[in-house]
């Protein structure tokens, strides 16, 4: 492969190679290593991946005595400083709630903290961040030291604004540094009022064009299109929120929540509303979006880009590429509209890891037959649906091959990907998913952004089910491998980042 600039110039055989040694700057011997296109994360946040990763990381903690013990443990390590934790999950602690102000007070030492829940749609705070800002217990949401809606999102600030601005941005680029490091070369930042400011949204998008860090896309959560323009958003969507998460049962359901009686959520805006966002987007040229996750949130986002549709016209909705973040709970119905309208499924494969399966949370919230129904990227896929791969770091970590390990092996085994396909969602689709046509590819002409891996094993080509797909796994159909990752082998480690043709990571 040949890069020159930015762009990749020419990509042939070894021996091919040879003519173009001479008038290049630089020479890189692959030896066995596999050059793949970058990843692409479609969804995160990165002022809250760095104030997480320097936070105090409670996910997997197995009680509420142990979280406890953990926030002690951090007040005594670093003595008078706000503690800002994130992924605590009560459902499987035998104490099953989460801890009160007085709780937190007792092991802080009365110290400012905030601990998000897993889901980041709620957080548990202490005395001293309630006295920080009087307004957060009178706000909606406000529940007895737990936080939700409005509440959290004062809480959120308050907690932000315990950390010194330098040391905020110095989180930004470790967090940055980091998606170099595990071979992303663009990450999607979904900026939201609900979530931050302007400034910080400002600050990430800077670090974008720095040319030893990966690209940054910016989108702007809220409505109309003014704002995300003003901002150099490239649209207005992320997490506008239709409705919440289905572990704070806020997520929009048209059924009740199998746990909670009478319970389904949370509904942020009317089809009214979503749809004037959608024109306005449509006609000022940007995407839009909504975050939805349950099954009436996604039917809100669909009705009013259909009706976005019958206003501006099916090809300028098609030609906008409005995407949905999240979108797990979707029929066969909702799937078809989505690709009529063509619209980016924006989704994360590590949820469906964490909380899927026919014993997991979502099973917990929803039930044994919706619990198993989420997430369905196969179904999808065959729909004629656009799929981009993301995080949503912090809620799980920045990461490729894991990403694609878990859309390859779905833990409802008929909505697997084959790999070949997951991958491609992990990388073209994030481009894609941003309007952006010369990338993902390495092919000439297209942007020289790719990573490089030492692979432990041969490269294989998995398929979804070996019955009816073993054609395209025989090495004479030409299909290229991938590494193999299956469950329990070892993935592949990066040895280099390149974004637009400058090294961004070396390991
Ligand atoms: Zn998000």
Not at 2 to 26: K, N, R
Not at 369 to 396: H, I, K, Q
Not at 433 to 440: F, M, P, S
Request: hydrophobic fraction near 45%.
């Amino acid at each position: 492969m040949l890069v020159v600039d930015d762009t990749v110039a020419w990509v042939g055989a070894e021996g091919a190679a040879e003519v173009h040694v001479d008038s290049a700057a630089e020479v890189v011997d692959l030896e066995d290593a596999l050059v793949a296109p970058a990843f692409v994360d479609a969804h995160v946040h990165l002022t809250e991946t760095g104030l997480a990763r320097d936070g105090l990381d409670v996910a997997g903690v197995e009680s509420l005595t142990a979280l406890l013990d953990r926030v002690a443990e951090r007040a005594r390590q670093r003595p008078g400083e706000a503690i800002l934790g994130f992924g605590w999950e009560e459902d499987a602690w035998p104490e099953r709630r989460a801890p009160s102000p007085a709780e937190l007070d007792r092991a802080a030492s009365g110290a400012v903290v905030y601990l998000a829940r897993r889901d980041v749609h709620t957080a548990a705070v202490s005395t001293a961040l309630l006295a920080g800002d009087p307004s957060v217990k009178a706000a909606d949401g406000y529940d007895d030291g737990l936080v939700r809606r409005d509440a959290h999102r004062r809480a959120r600030r308050t907690a932000r604004s315990a950390v010194a601005a330098d040391r905020l941005q110095a989180l930004r680029v470790d967090s940055l540094r980091h998606a170099a490091a595990v071979g992303i070369g663009a990450v999607h930042e979904m900026g939201t009022p609900q979530i931050s400011d302007a400034a910080d949204f400002a600050a990430v998008r800077a670090l974008g064009s720095d040319p030893g860090l990966p690209d940054v896309i910016g989108y702007w959560g809220a409505l109309g299109a003014g704002e995300a323009q003003a901002l150099g958003a490239v649209g207005a969507a992320g997490d506008l929120n239709l409705d919440g998460s289905i572990g704070s049962r806020s997520a929009r359901l048209t059924s009740p929540y199998a746990d909670a009686p009478g319970e389904r959520g949370r509904l942020d805006l009317d089809v009214d509303a979503a749809t004037e966002h959608v024109v306005a987007c449509t006609r000022a040229g940007i995407q839009a979006g909504f975050h939805c996750i349950g099954d009436e949130a996604i039917k809100v986002a669909v009705q009013a880009l259909s009706a976005a549709a019958a206003q501006c016209g099916l090809a300028a909705v098609v030609g906008s590429r409005h995407r949905l973040e999240h979108v797990e709970m979707v029929d066969d119905g909702v799937m078809a509209e989505l690709a009529r309208l063509g619209v980016v499924a924006s989704v994360q494969p590590a949820f469906d890891q964490l909380w899927g399966g026919d014993s997991g949370l979502y099973v917990d919230r929803l039930g044994p037959e919706r619990g198993v129904s989420l997430n369905p990227f196969a179904s999808m896929a065959r729909a004629g649906v656009l799929l981009a791969f993301g995080s949503d770091s912090p809620v799980t970590p920045l990461a490729g091959w894991e990403t694609v390990r878990a859309a390859a092996y779905h833990r409802t085994p008929s909505e697997r990907l084959s790999a070949r396909a997951a991958f491609s969602a992990a990388t073209r689709g994030g481009w894609r998913a941003a309007r952006v046509e010369d990338a993902g590819v390495l092919a000439p002409g297209m942007r020289a952004t790719f990573a490089i891996w030492e692979v432990p094993g041969e490269l294989v080509v998995q398929a979804p089910d070996e019955r009816i797909a073993a054609w395209s796994t025989d090495p004479r159909a030409g299909v290229p491998g991938l590494p193999d990752l299956s469950p329990g082998a070892g993935l592949p480690r990066c040895l280099r980042t390149v974004v637009r043709g400058r090294t961004v990571y070396t390991g």
